[in-house]
């Protein structure tokens, strides 16, 4: 099954990297967001578009931060079971717990070289094909 991954984040630099790093993926569509506002808009003026199987999400973004975006991507029936992963540079605490309280999957601190982003992202595309190909042969 192919893999649409949705990266929203407005580090032009993140997002050239995640581009970089998923870009050997053969079986993945990969589109990049500025920002929250830009990824509900999309879901709402695209409805017959295919949803996402993944999100990887930033958390500190102008217009629609990476909280609110949540909040709304889990309180919209027929967006509440896509995967959230939140990509941030923050470690802190609270950011995580409010974060899985929101409904995020996954949380993930952003790794400072590319390499550690490449493994870390490549890992995540890979557990998550793991769990849609496990989820379509039950």
Same mark, same amino acid.
């Given at each position: 099954m192919k893999q649409i991954i949705y990266l929203v984040d407005d580090d032009e630099d993140d997002c050239y990297l995640a581009q970089r790093a998923l870009h050997p993926e053969a079986n993945c569509d990969f589109s990049v967001f500025s920002d929250g506002h830009a990824l509900i808009n999309y879901l709402?003026?695209? !409805?017959?578009?295919?949803? !996402?199987?993944l999100v990887l999400l930033d958390l500190n973004m102008p217009l629609l931060n990476g909280f609110e975006t949540l909040r709304m991507l889990k309180a919209n029936p027929e967006w509440?079971? @896509?995967?959230?992963? @939140?990509?941030?540079? #923050?470690?802190? !605490?609270?950011d995580r717990t409010r974060s899985y309280a929101l409904g995020a999957d996954a949380f993930l601190t952003k790794p400072a070289d590319?390499? #550690?982003?490449?493994?870390v992202l490549a890992s995540v595309s890979n557990c998550w094909r793991s769990v849609l190909e496990q989820s379509h042969n039950v």
């Open positions: 709402v003026t695209h !409805p017959a578009a295919p949803l !996402p199987t509440a079971t @896509i995967p959230v992963v @939140i990509l941030t540079t #923050s470690d802190h !605490p609270d590319y390499r #550690s982003l490449n493994e």
